[in-house]
């Protein structure tokens, strides 16, 4: 059978309604070209009618009766006068003109520049977000990358990304953490290196959004934060992160800022904390920052295995019971330590057991602050002796109790070597100084919600208390008094938070101490820091007597 040929109407009906359209849009175009001054002069019309709508509006009724006198009056003045009703058309006319003058357009998309940066983010995205099994793919090479950006994005001045929200695809393993990381690093290439961004995933909706966020800032020094007995300062972190603000002293001006606060006490679910970092990270920094803090309503211990003299400026101070670098010293301390929590444990008990208030000195918080233990366990493995974070176990299992709180820093390449009850009993953890997602996860346990970056000042890290969210972190600036490197300004505020007390390096010399009497006997009170570790140490035989 003959194939019959299609109608006429159906072989040329496309190109005939395709020219129509380039005809009425021509026509469309050129209809505008001719009316444009008469659309200009009426939209400055509209205008003009609106502004004096708006002003008699605004006048008082009292008052109008004054307004209308004064417009009769120049009207008839102009209708007077030679030319009068031409030159005020004309000025009308001119006056509107120029108010409904096309302004500049705004700009409402990326320029070219922007455009090729987000078509080759969205290439770069193609093989984490596409299958072949895919009808329809979201992401495809060459595919429009509007559907999956929309407008959801911003630019900073230089052209970089500061914003971006994707959505992806219902069949993306978003719980997958593997995968999530490996798309938060191509974001993290293609929008720029050096910067700290934050992806939020939104699991319901299959989005994801990128932010950059600004570098938490380094100028808030040690002061006296407005806090409760038993909360702790660790930093600062986002506004948006925290639910509380504290005003603080940020050079010679007071702001409020959003403070990480770790509780410690009977009530605290995490009454131990473990610091990790590299050297120069700022682990020191926020020990003694801890410290002072400490000193306020508790007695502070401090056992250093570096041998840097971190913390001399704390030798004498009253609250502070002993400062140890050797390995001697370390082991009596942590000893008392471990007999002070016992005897704590036993005068509460009987306390309740009677039912009266716990004893003032066992209410009295304990801060038992290690930095480096692991240079104390190579030295007592080396000497035959007995392991100091063996001496740890009791005040870390039973020092919540107590009222006794263990502080931990170690650097990352001594991890290994910390106890396996320090590990167990520290639950709120904090990493400080560059370090990878990797490094992050191993102490934290999570892996944090943005990218880290390889140069952060001391102090800048990220913290997480017990199974709560990963925190930026910065520790306020709290340098070694004694240093030479440190600033006026950051010296004093940290001899102003001191309590009172005669400071070791106050103290004559030994050498330009006049000699005593042969007859005389020297006073007990002659050598300060050995009767105080005299005292420190015979306090718990004796209650244990």
Not at 100 to 126: F, I, N, S
């Amino acid at each position: 059978m003959a194939r019959r040929p299609l109608p006429r109407i159906l072989e040329r009906g496309t190109a005939s309604i395709t020219r129509s359209r380039e005809i009425a849009r021509t026509a469309a175009d050129n209809a505008t070209d001719v009316l444009h001054p008469l659309i200009t002069v009426t939209r400055g019309m509209r205008l003009l009618a609106g502004a004096g709508r708006q002003k008699w509006a605004a006048t008082p009724r009292d008052r109008r009766g004054h307004v209308l006198f004064l417009v009769a009056a120049c009207v008839l003045v102009v209708a007077l006068i030679p030319y009068g009703p031409l030159l005020a058309l004309i000025s009308v006319m001119g006056a509107a003109a120029w108010l409904g003058r096309d302004r500049a357009p705004a700009k409402t998309g990326p320029d070219e520049a922007e455009t090729a940066r987000l078509r080759a983010l969205y290439e770069a995205l193609v093989p984490h977000f596409s299958v072949p099994e895919d009808p329809g793919p979201l992401f495809s090479h060459g595919g429009d990358w509007e559907k999956a950006f929309g407008t959801s994005y911003a630019f900073d001045g230089n052209g970089r990304l500061t914003r971006l929200q994707v959505n992806y695809p219902a069949y993306f393993t978003d719980g997958d953490p593997a995968a999530r990381a490996r798309v938060e690093q191509v974001l993290h290439a293609k929008s720029g290196r050096g910067r700290e961004y934050h992806f939020a995933w939104d699991e319901e909706s299959n989005h994801l959004l990128m932010t950059v966020l600004d570098a938490l800032p380094t100028t808030i020094a040690a002061q006296r934060f407005v806090t409760a007995p038993g909360e702790t300062v660790l930093g600062f972190t986002d506004a948006d992160a925290v639910r509380r603000t504290v005003p603080v002293q940020d050079g010679d001006v007071t702001r409020d800022a959003s403070p990480v606060i770790w509780r410690t006490g009977a009530r605290s679910t995490e009454p131990h904390l473990l610091i990790a970092g590299h050297p120069g990270s700022g682990t020191t920094t926020l020990m003694r920052s801890l410290a002072l803090q400490a000193l306020q309503y508790g007695d502070v211990l401090v056992v250093e295995g570096g041998g840097t003299g971190e913390y001399g400026f704390l030798t004498g101070r009253d609250g502070v019971l002993a400062v140890e670098c050797g390995l001697a010293g370390a082991l009596a301390t942590l000893e008392w330590a471990a007999h002070e929590t016992e005897r704590r444990l036993i005068a509460a008990n009987r306390a309740r057991q009677a039912g009266q208030p716990e004893p003032e000195d066992v209410r009295r918080p304990l801060w038992i602050l290690l930095d480096r233990p692991s240079a104390f366990g190579h030295l007592a493995a080396a000497d035959n002796r007995q392991d100091p974070q063996e001496l740890l176990r009791t005040p870390l299992r039973h020092g919540r109790a107590a009222g006794v709180t263990v502080v931990v820093a170690e650097q990352f390449d001594s991890l290994d070597a910390l106890d396996e009850t320090v590990r167990i009993h520290t639950r709120a953890r904090a990493v400080l100084g560059p370090a990878d997602r990797e490094e992050v996860e191993a102490v934290l346990g999570a892996q944090p919600h943005t990218t880290p970056t390889p140069d952060v000042p001391p102090g800048r890290g990220y913290t997480r208390l017990g199974s709560g969210p990963v925190l930026r972190l910065q520790v306020p600036a709290t340098p070694d008094p004694h240093d030479d490197a440190t600033s006026e300004a950051h010296r004093a505020a940290v001899l102003d938070l001191l309590p009172g007390g005669v400071p070791a390096v106050e103290q004559t010399p030994q050498e330009t101490r006049p000699e005593p009497e042969p007859a005389s006997e020297p006073e007990p009170a002659s050598e300060p820091v050995s009767a105080h570790k005299d005292q420190l140490i015979g306090a718990p035989a004796t209650a244990d007597g």
